[in-house]
C-alpha cells in the first residue's frame, strides 16, 4: 500500500469542503453548441496488446534503451489500470519496477478514459482519423478498433463522440470512402452517442488554411459531397480546424467557410502566457468570431493547458516550452474564451503526450515517471498536483461553459471528479477517493455489477477501503442510498493474481501450513495450524460465510452446502498476521 499513500496524501492537499455530483446526466448529442469536448488521439499501440497493429507506435522506441530518443514527454499514471491494461518496456521507475505503458488498441483502457470523460463532467471527444494513413490498412483497422471502443464507452458512460480527419490534403475520395466506410460498416452515427448539429451528424476536418496542398477546390467538393449527398444517409455537417488569421483568405476560400456549420482555429503554440495570449485574442479570435456571428458560423476556440515536444524533436527544443503554470495558462485562455462569450470548447488534447498538451491522468513527479530520459512531471513548475488535476481544470471549464458555477478571473481549486478507485497491489483491496457528494448521505458500493449492494460509506468520508478479495475483475457500481435511480458505473477494476495470495515461505508462522484440494468440491482441508487460529471464508463480496478457531494442527471445512464460485480464505495468527488463500469451488 505504501506507493498508493503517497498518491491520497498529495490528493488530499487540494480536497475541499464543496460538494460534487455523483450521478452526471447523459449529453445531449442533438448539438455542439455549449459542449466542451477533448480531442482524442487514440493512437498509442505496443507489441503485446493485440491489437491490429503489433508495434510500439507513438510511444517512441521504448523497447532498446538509448537506442533512439522517446516520442512522449508525459508519462501516464495507470494505478487504476488493470494487469491486462499495462505493457512493460525497456524503462524503469526510480524504484526499479519495470514502466509500463497502455495501448489504444485495448478495449478496456479505452473505456476507462470515457469514464474519466463523465466523472469530471465534460461531454465528450473527437476521435481523431489520419486519413493519410489511408493506404496502410492494418493502421485503418486499428483505427476502427479503437472508434468502436470510443462509441462503446461513450454509450455506457452517457458521453458524445464525432470523427475528426486529420492529414486532409489530396485525400478527398479517401475520406468519401473512408466516411461511408464508417456508416456502413462500423456504425457510427447510429449510435444514440453520436454528435449530431444542425439536424446531421458532425465531422471534422483539420487542416485546410494550415497547409498550402489542402486546396479550396478540396474543400468545396468535401462540402459538396457532406451537405448534399444523394444517399442522405451520408450527409453531415462540417467542423473546420483552420490555420492563423483564416479569415483574411481570400473570396473563393470565405465563401467556402461561410457554408460550413464550425469553424475552430487551432491554437496550440501559438501563444505563451499574458501579454501573448492578449495578443492572439484581440487579432486573432475575437475578430474570427466576430465573422463567424456574422456569417452564422459556430466558432470554436482550443484551449490547451501548455506544451513541450523536447523529446519529440529530439532535445532539439526547449523543455517544457510553454509552461503549464498549475493550471493557470489553461484559466487563462478559458477565461477570455467566456468572457468574450464563446459558445462551445474544444479542449486540446485529452491524451496527447507527444506535445505534453495531455489532459488525462499522468505522472505526478519524477518518481512516477522513467528515470531515464526528461519527462515533463506535472510538478515541474513547482505545484504538487495530482495525477487528475488537469480533468478537473477541464471539468471546471465544462461546468462555468455551461452556466453551473460562475465563471472567475482565477482557477482556484477545481473539484475531484465523481471517485477514483485503486486496486491494492499488496493487500487484495479497493480503495475508494472521493469528494463529499452533493445531497448524498450514504454511498452504496457493488463489486458484481450492481446486483448486490454490501457496501456502505458516509458520502463525506473521502475514503473507503475494501479489503481481503480475490483475484478478478469487478464491475464496480456506485448509488445513492437513497436513490430511485439507477445506480453509476464506475467500470472495471481488478485485483492482480500478485496480491491474491501471501506468500507462505515469506512468513514463518504460515511455512507447514497446507490448504487442499484447490478447487475443491465439499471439504477444505487445512493442515499444520500449529497454535490457535482464527480461521474464516468469505466470499467475494467481503460477506463471512463461515467462522472456526482452530486448537489443533488440522481442520476440515464444509463447504459442499456453498454454490460454485470464488471463495476468499483467510487465516490469522493471535498476532494479527493474516494468510489469504482464494478457493474455486466447481462443483
Known amino acids: 500500500m505504501k506507493k498508493f499513500y503517497l498518491f491520497l496524501a498529495t490528493i488530499f492537499i487540494f480536497q475541499i469542503s464543496s460538494a460534487q455530483k455523483l450521478v452526471v446526466e447523459p449529453v445531449d448529442n442533438s448539438t455542439f453548441k455549449g459542449k466542451a469536448m477533448f480531442g482524442y488521439q487514440g493512437w498509442f499501440a505496443h507489441p503485446d496488446d493485440n491489437s491490429p497493429r503489433p508495434h510500439y507506435w507513438h ?87 479503437t472508434t468502436e471502443f470510443v462509441m462503446e464507452g461513450c454509450e455506457m458512460y452517457g458521453r458524445v463522440f464525432a470523427i475528426m480527419y486529420d492529414g486532409i490534403a489530396n485525400r478527398v475520395d479517401d475520406i468519401k470512402e473512408d466516411w461511408m466506410h464508417l456508416v456502413d460498416n462500423v456504425g457510427v452515427t447510429s449510435s444514440s452517442r453520436y454528435l449530431n448539429h444542425n439536424g446531421l451528424p458532425l465531422v471534422s476536418l483539420w487542416g485546410y488554411t494550415v497547409r498550402d496542398d489542402a486546396t479550396v477546390e478540396q474543400l468545396e467538393e468535401l462540402i459538396e459531397f457532406f451537405h448534399n449527398n444523394p444517399d442522405p444517409k451520408y450527409r453531415a455537417s462540417i467542423k473546420l480546424g483552420v490555420g492563423n488569421y483564416w479569415f483574411q483568405e481570400n473570396e473563393r476560400w470565405l465563401n467556402a467557410m461561410a457554408q460550413v456549420e464550425v469553424i475552430s482555429p487551432w491554437m496550440v503554440g501559438r501563444f505563451g502566457q499574458q501579454n501573448e495570449y492578449n495578443n492572439y ?58 468572457d468574450n462569450d464563446m459558445e462551445t470548447l474544444y479542449f486540446a488534447m485529452f491524451d496527447e503526450v507527444d506535445e505534453s498538451t495531455a489532459f488525462f491522468k499522468t505522472a505526478e513527479n519524477e518518481q512516477q515517471s522513467p528515470a531515464q530520459q526528461f519527462w515533463l512531471d506535472l ?59 452533493e445531497d448524498v448521505s450514504v454511498l452504496e458500493i457493488s463489486l458484481d455489477g450492481g446486483t448486490t449492494f454490501p457496501y456502505s460509506v458516509d458520502s463525506d468520508a473521502g475514503v ?63 493442515d499444520g495450524l500449529d497454535g490457535v487460529f482464527e480461521v474464516e471464508l468469505f466470499d467475494v463480496m467481503g460477506n463471512k460465510l463461515k467462522s472456526f478457531r482452530s486448537g489443533g494442527s488440522n481442520m476440515v471445512i464444509e463447504v459442499y452446502d456453498l454454490p460454485v464460485g470464488l471463495y476468499i480464505l483467510s487465516i490469522e495468527d493471535h498476532k494479527s498476521n493474516r494468510h489469504i488463500r482464494k478457493i474455486n469451488k466447481i462443483f
Open 379 to 437: 510538478d515541474i513548475d513547482g505545484y504538487d498536483l495530482p495525477s487528475d488535476w488537469y480533468l478537473r481544470c477541464a471539468g471546471k471549464a465544462a461546468e462555468t461553459l455551461r452556466g453551473e458555477i460562475p465563471l472567475s478571473q482565477t482557477l482556484g481549486t477545481p473539484d475531484e471528479g465523481i471517485m477514483t478507485i485503486l486496486p491494492g497491489v499488496d493487500d487484495c483491496a479497493m480503495t475508494f477517493i472521493f469528494p463529499n457528494h
Open 59 to 145: 510511444w517512441g522506441n521504448m523497447d532498446v534503451i538509448g537506442l533512439d530518443p522517446l516520442g512522449v514527454e508525459m508519462f501516464p499514471d495507470l494505478r487504476e489500470f488493470c494487469e491486462d491494461e499495462k505493457y512493460p518496456t525497456a524503462y524503469t521507475l526510480p524504484n526499479g519496477d519495470v514502466a509500463e505503458v497502455f495501448s489504444s488498441g485495448n478495449k478496456q483502457t479505452v473505456l476507462r478514459h470515457m469514464k474519466w470523460v463523465r466523472d469530471y463532467n465534460t461531454d465528450g471527444v473527437f476521435v481523431q482519423r489520419f486519413i493519410s494513413e489511408y493506404n496502410d490498412k492494418v493502421v485503418m483497422r486499428f483505427r476502427d478498433k
Open 281 to 338: 485574442l484581440n487579432n486573432e479570435i475575437i475578430p474570427g468570431k466576430t465573422w463567424c456571428d456574422a456569417n452564422d458560423v459556430l466558432y470554436v476556440p482550443v484551449l490547451f493547458p501548455g506544451f513541450s515536444w523536447h523529446n519529440l524533436k529530439d532535445g532539439r527544443d526547449p523543455k517544457n516550452h510553454i509552461p503549464r503554470d498549475g493550471g493557470n495558462f489553461f484559466w487563462l485562455q478559458l477565461f477570455g474564451a467566456l
Open 464 to 526: 473507503f477501503e475494501i479489503r481481503d478479495l480475490a483475484m478478478g475483475n469487478y464491475d464496480v457500481f456506485v448509488r445513492d442510498i437513497n436513490s430511485t435511480g439507477n445506480p453509476v458505473p464506475m467500470g472495471q477494476v481488478c485485483i492482480s493474481s500478485e496480491c491474491n495470495e501471501t506468500s507462505v515461505e515469506n512468513n514463518p508462522v504460515f511455512k507447514n501450513i497446507q490448504v487442499y484440494p484447490n478447487p475443491v468440491k465439499s471439504e477444505i482441508k487445512i
